[in-house]
């Protein structure tokens, strides 16, 4: 089963940063936050991930509490292109090969 | 950019077939990976794959379910004798390292089961 909880829908004004949050409290301190998305049916689409320093890239920024139970993806600037399920993922390792189990994720609605 | 390709994009048969959906990952990727995705749920792990052998399975991937590398750039998972239940949405992904790189995500084939 995941090992996140997420709140089932959001939404965000279009050019307003969207802010997803996600639960983790069982992480293990080994184990990787990972972020995607899905487009309708097409392939879940890597965003981001992080271990517990908050990283940031071309698409998002990642903010990991200090204790590390809790998430948040950030969107600076969405638009309406966005609108997605996004998914907060813990890596479940076991020996050479970590799997990324999905939940049911957060449905982002981006509004004009 | 680099992406992960799949073949075919959708795929009709019979109750009881043989179907075999076929991967070509990123090419200097070593860990592979498929799921699946019923229609209107949630994207389910099946089976990990790396050096030639399958790492993990899900309880899902039972005896009907194979994955192979039969020729170093293809990978393929094989569905038997197909069920209905097994109409899904087939995502293949690689990722270049094991523990913490990214998974890179085909756009899919969609299996439909008559």
């Known amino acids: 089963d995941a090992k996140t909880t997420q709140p089932p829908s959001m939404d965000c004004a279009e050019g307003r940063a969207a802010n997803l949050p996600c639960n983790h409290s069982t992480i293990s301190g080994n184990e990787y936050v990972y972020w995607y998305r899905q487009i309708h049916s097409q392939g879940p689409q890597y965003i981001i991930h992080g271990l517990k320093n908050n990283e940031t890239n071309e698409m998002a920024s990642l903010i990991i509490t200090e204790d590390r139970k809790s998430s948040t993806l950030i969107l600076p600037h969405a638009t309406l292109r966005d609108t997605a399920v996004y998914y907060c993922i813990v890596r479940v390792v076991k020996g050479s090969q970590g799997n990324l189990i999905f939940g049911k994720g957060t449905k982002l609605s981006v509004k004009p | 950019e680099p992406e992960v390709t799949q073949t075919p994009s959708h795929q009709v048969t019979q109750m009881g077939q043989e179907v075999i959906l076929r991967c070509v990952p990123i090419s200097n990727h070593l860990y592979f990976y498929w799921y699946r995705q019923i229609l209107g749920q949630k994207v389910e792990f099946l089976v990990s794959f790396y050096n030639n052998e399958i790492s993990e399975k899900s309880e899902i991937f039972d005896d009907q379910f194979s994955v192979e590398r039969p020729d170093g750039s293809n990978f393929t998972l094989k569905i038997r004798s197909t069920k209905l239940e097994d109409s899904a949405m087939y995502f293949c992904?690689?990722?270049?390292?094991?523990?913490?790189?990214?998974?890179?995500f085909g756009e899919g084939s969609r299996l439909t089961v008559l």
């Open positions: 992904a690689s990722s270049r390292t094991g523990l913490t790189g990214e998974l890179f």
